[in-house]
């Protein structure tokens, strides 16, 4: 999914797809290791995907609870 697809999600729905994402990078994993997997460039994109999604996720919870002062040096 493209990233703006992905900010049109809700943070429920964000974990969710993060969840199925990593399932389906597990799967791949196990293929490559038994030689089963053709396409090895998938393993970098499913890891890309779920680094993207972590990422919308701490931005919506962070946009969801500000905190006082955040950034604020010292």
Known sequence: MKAKELRDLTLTEIE?????VRKEYFGARVRFATGQLENTAKLRTLRRTIA?????????AAAANPTPNAGASR
């Not at 993207?52 to 919506?60: G, I, N, S, Y």
Request: charged share 55%; aromatic share 0%.
């Open 16 to 20: 969710a797809k993060t969840r199925e």
């Open 52 to 60: 993207r999604l972590e990422t919308l996720a701490r931005e919506k």
